[in-house]
């Protein structure tokens, strides 16, 4: 019989968060996905959803659009650059130069460690973080959820939801060799099965709003149009 592929770098931790996830959680109990296109609400005028101060969550498979949105956001100021704690910018940092060193769990450890102290810094002090990492496993959400709730800050969770053509379209695009395709399809699934809007609330989502993409003739400027932090 032929011999399964080797497991890419994104399928390992996924593959290690969700088996995680698994031990610790009554799955059963929680596996409500939902699938609500959440609307947005304006209390600041117009079409704008408004983003309270506070831990905000994007949700979505790798080429899914979220670096793409932050950056927009950056360049509307409607957050600053250091609010985006991005957890491939510090694994990076870290392992840019030796990616094996980088796959392992102890890796993981010491890039989530230092992404939680980034976090908790904005926090502590009043100050909007943005959790830029694909999220799509409960384990790797309730993790950050904790972290808000020492602080008594609001959680807003950004879904990022391209069916997978798009995505593997937009990695075809992107200079990212580290993510393959099955790496997306991976995601993509635990997306689909882990990530709807009613199980996020469930989780302790304050609120979880559809970021709009190529599927709705949406640019990351129009996207990111769509939502205030600082009104």
């Given at each position: 019989?032929?011999?399964?592929?080797?497991?890419?770098?994104?399928?390992?931790?996924?593959?290690?968060?969700?088996?995680?996830?698994?031990?610790?959680?009554?799955?059963?109990?929680?596996?409500?996905?939902?699938?609500?296109?959440?609307?947005?609400?304006?209390?600041?005028?117009?079409?704008?959803?408004?983003?309270?101060?506070?831990?905000?969550?994007?949700?979505?498979?790798?080429?899914?659009?979220?670096?793409?949105?932050?950056?927009?956001?950056?360049?509307?100021r409607e957050?600053?650059?250091?609010?985006?704690?991005?957890?491939?910018?510090?694994?990076?940092?870290?392992?840019?130069?030796?990616?094996?060193?980088?796959?392992?769990?102890?890796?993981?450890?010491?890039?989530?460690?230092?992404?939680?102290?980034?976090?908790?810094?904005?926090?502590?002090?009043?100050?909007?973080?943005?959790?830029?990492?694909?999220?799509?496993?409960?384990?790797?959400?309730?993790?950050?959820?904790?972290?808000?709730?020492?602080?008594?800050?609001?959680?807003?969770?950004?879904?990022?939801?391209?069916?997978?053509?798009a995505l593997?379209?937009?990695?075809?695009g992107r200079?990212?060799?580290?993510?393959?395709?099955?790496?997306?399809?991976?995601?993509?699934?635990?997306?689909?099965?882990?990530?709807?809007?009613?199980?996020?609330?469930?989780?302790?989502?304050?609120?979880?709003?559809?970021?709009?993409?190529?599927?709705?003739?949406?640019?990351?400027?129009?996207?990111?149009?769509?939502?205030?932090?600082?009104?």
């Open positions: 019989m032929p011999k399964n592929p080797p497991e890419s770098m994104q399928q390992q931790r996924l593959r290690r968060s969700l088996n995680h996830h698994a031990r610790t959680q009554c799955e059963e109990a929680l596996d409500r996905a939902g699938d609500h296109h959440l609307e947005a609400r304006d209390p600041c005028g117009g079409r704008t959803t408004r983003v309270p101060t506070g831990l905000v969550v994007l949700v979505g498979p790798p080429a899914s659009g979220k670096t793409s949105f932050v950056r927009a956001l950056i360049a509307r957050i600053d650059e250091d609010a985006v704690v991005s957890s491939d910018d510090i694994r990076a940092e870290f392992f840019g130069t030796s990616p094996t060193e980088g796959d392992s769990d102890a890796a993981d450890a010491r890039v989530f460690e230092e992404r939680d102290r980034r976090i908790v810094a904005r926090l502590a002090t009043g100050q909007t973080a943005v959790a830029e990492s694909t999220n799509v496993t409960p384990q790797a959400r309730t993790r950050l959820i904790a972290l808000a709730r020492r602080f008594d800050a609001p959680v807003t969770m950004l879904r990022f939801t391209p069916d997978l053509d593997l379209r937009q990695q075809a200079d990212r060799p580290d993510v393959t395709p099955a790496d997306i399809r991976a995601s993509a699934a635990a997306m689909a099965r882990y990530a709807g809007a009613d199980r996020l609330r469930s989780e302790g989502a304050h609120a979880v709003h559809d970021v709009p993409g190529n599927d709705e003739g949406a640019t990351p400027t129009q996207a990111a149009a769509h939502f205030s932090f600082t009104c």
